[in-house]
């Protein structure tokens, strides 16, 4: 029996992490002098960042991508549902205001 | 984490319990309507919630996604060396998974502390609101995930009563606590 680390996991993991780090700099990007400032290409991004993410945590930390297609298509078509409401709601939110 | 070699060959199973998965795909659901109308409410004052995440402090955010993500590390590692029969390294990683969710805990109670000092409650605007709201309610899943892990540390521990199945079900509520979090720290965080 191996029980060797396999590395993709932690390659991920370092993705993931980048991403997460990745932020910090779209934050100082869009602020001025400690002010911050509204940013629709700030959110978008932060948005779409945090979909890739879910995406990868569905598919490599929740084993997804050994599952069956269903539910592949499925935990996929989930991850277009959150980001057409996520995106959705904060444009028409600015189109209404 | 193993790499062992009939897992690429194997069939393609659902990870767990698909009752588990009905819960966490209808737990995305609830999370992206409240996530919506967060948004929705932002665009109508962006000025004051500006101005109040500003009072937030990106560093707690980015350590405390960190800590989930890891634990995710961890957590995928005990369902595949459990997988494997190496339940005692299975063990100790469900241990790592349940110290990182206890940091991210310490961390979140922290910076909870620190804003209301700062004069910052749930009652003091609809962005704190939002804010106090997300991050309480992601924090019963958080302890809810605790559960989990003594679920899996219970089934580990006996050779007799061990469940694959019940394992990688907790597993995948575990990860749940995570990709919710993800989602959090990017609307509360990031998002201008």
């Not at chain 1, 991920?12 to 911050?36: C, E, K, M, N, V």
């Not at chain 2, 919630?49 to 590692?77: I, Y």
């Not at chain 2, 349940?98 to 909870?112: D, M, P, R, Y």
């Not at chain 2, 804010?131 to 007799?160: D, K």
Request: aromatic residues 12%; hydrophobic residues 50%; proline residues 2%.
């Amino acid at each position: 029996m191996n029980t060797q680390p396999n590395r993709r996991p932690l390659i991920i993991l370092l993705i993931l992490s980048a991403i997460t780090l990745g932020y910090l700099a779209l934050d100082r990007s869009a602020d001025s002098q400690g002010t911050f400032r509204a940013s629709s290409v700030v959110t978008t991004i932060a948005i779409l960042l945090a979909l890739v993410k879910v995406r990868f945590i569905f598919r490599e930390f929740m084993q997804v991508r050994n599952a069956p297609a269903l539910l592949c298509r499925l935990t996929d078509l989930w991850v277009l549902i959150i980001g057409a409401a996520l995106l959705g709601s904060y444009f028409s939110g600015l189109a209404v205001h | 984490m193993t790499d062992n070699a009939g897992e690429g060959k194997r069939d393609r199973a659902i990870p767990g319990q698909p009752d588990m998965w009905v819960l966490v795909l209808f737990e995305a659901l609830v999370f992206t309507a409240y996530f919506a109308v967060y948004l929705y409410h932002r665009s109508a004052d962006s000025e004051l919630f500006l101005r109040s995440q500003a009072q937030l402090r990106p560093l707690f955010g980015t350590l405390d996604t960190l800590l989930l993500l890891t634990s995710s590390l961890f957590m995928l590692r005990c369902a595949q060396t459990a997988r494997a029969g190496a339940h005692r390294t299975a063990m100790t990683s469900a241990y790592i998974t349940a110290f990182l969710g206890v940091a991210f805990l310490i961390s979140k109670i922290t910076e909870w502390i620190m804003l209301v000092r700062g004069g910052h409650g749930f009652s003091s605007n609809d962005f704190f609101m939002y804010y106090f709201f997300l991050t309480g309610i992601h924090l019963l899943h958080l302890l809810i995930g605790f559960i989990a892990i003594g679920v899996i540390v219970y089934q580990l521990r006996g050779p007799a009563r061990r469940s694959q199945e019940l394992v990688e079900t907790c597993a995948v509520y575990w990860h749940t606590v995570d990709l919710l979090w993800v989602l959090i720290f990017s609307l509360l965080y990031v998002v201008r």
